[in-house]
């Protein structure tokens, strides 16, 4: 199988504390100009993502909140793809004193261990969403929403398959969106549940790892 296509996760993955390292994203150049196609699987907000990392513009399509929303870094252009949170849900959350607390365009985030009042919330309100977690990271999402369902739809636009496709991962919220990939890695930092599910753990962690793939 050869592969052409790197899916990567952005904290914890290509990033470590928010920053990417110049000889990551040099990596992330050779292997662009090698002809592979690149693409960013995060649950940060595109509107953040884009004041840490502009050089998000190596990807061909960034997959961001969770696989709530599709930008095009070439164009520029930012499309929404589900309902945006409850309001109610988000006055309940903020009349508790929930901090931190991120509205996004579709997700709701926090931290742990305000994980408790947020179930406690959806439960009261009576709505139909879903808790994911992302190493301490605490993500409100509507139901049948993850990284997999975007990046699925966006290869598929794109005319490539997934068996192409290297998925790297950090976190539980990585589980369905490496499983999706033709190869699922893990890197050296990720929880320990994702490495067993893995195709390959790198030895190295975060960017380094990246670096190690395109390496070897």
């Known amino acids: 199988m050869r592969f052409k296509t790197l899916a990567t996760d952005y904290d914890g993955t290509l990033a470590k504390d928010g ?18 196609r690149l693409f960013l699987v995060t649950g ?34 930012m499309k929404v793809l589900h309902a945006a949170p409850p309001q109610k849900l988000v006055e309940y959350l903020r009349a508790r004193g929930i901090s ?19 179930l406690e919330a959806i439960k009261v309100l009576g709505l139909e969403l879903k808790i994911v977690f992302n190493k301490g990271a605490v993500m409100v999402l509507p139901p049948g929403v993850n990284k997999a369902t975007c990046l699925a739809a966006t290869l598929q636009e ?13 976190a539980e919220n990585d589980h369905a969106f490496l499983e999706f990939c033709g190869r699922g890695v ?17 030895n190295l962690p975060n960017g380094r790892g990246i670096l190690e793939l395109v390496e070897n």
Not at 19 to 36: C, D
Not at 100 to 113: C, D, N, R
Not at 186 to 202: C, H, P
Request: with cysteine.
């Open 19 to 36: 920053i990417v390292a110049p000889q990551t994203i040099s990596s992330l150049e050779q292997l662009r100009t090698s002809g592979f």
């Open 100 to 118: 931190p607390l991120s509205v996004g365009h579709v997700l709701i985030a926090t931290q742990e261990p305000n994980d408790g009042i947020v």
């Open 44 to 77: 940060r907000e595109t509107e953040d993502l884009l004041k840490i990392f502009p050089q998000c513009r190596l990807f061909d399509a960034v997959v961001a909140e969770n696989g709530g929303v599709l930008y095009d870094p070439k164009y520029r252009a």
């Open 186 to 202: 893990a890197v050296q930092n990720a929880i320990d549940s994702l490495k067993k599910r893995a195709d390959y753990v790198t």
């Open 158 to 170: 794109a005319g490539l398959s997934p068996e192409t496709c290297i998925g790297v991962g950090d």
